[in-house]
């Protein structure tokens, strides 16, 4: 009996989708002075495509006065690392 339990726990544990982290790379900018910067989010599994992550991530750069230009790409957590140096201050910070 205990076997089949955790036969049964097993498949289901395996049968849950893994989430894997997803971030955007963006450039934005701000006017008057212009002023433009390069940054890295983290972004919810539910916005990993383009069109979602300029949604997501709008409103969280107007709320400084920031203006989204474009999502330049999606990717994992294994992105990260190649592009903390370039966002600098805007690492994670949107």
């Given at each position: ?44 599994d ?16 107007a ?32």
């Open positions: 009996m205990m076997k089949q339990l955790l036969l049964i726990l097993g498949l289901t544990l395996a049968s849950v989708p893994a989430q894997a982290a997803c971030y955007a790379d963006y450039k934005a900018k701000q006017d008057d002075p212009l002023r433009l910067h390069y940054g890295v989010a983290e972004l919810p539910s916005a990993c495509s383009r069109q979602a992550a300029a949604q997501a991530l709008q409103p969280r750069l709320r400084e006065g920031w203006t989204l230009l474009n999502i330049l790409s999606i990717f994992g957590p294994e992105g990260l690392a190649e592009r903390k140096a370039s966002a600098g201050q805007y690492f994670l910070r949107y």
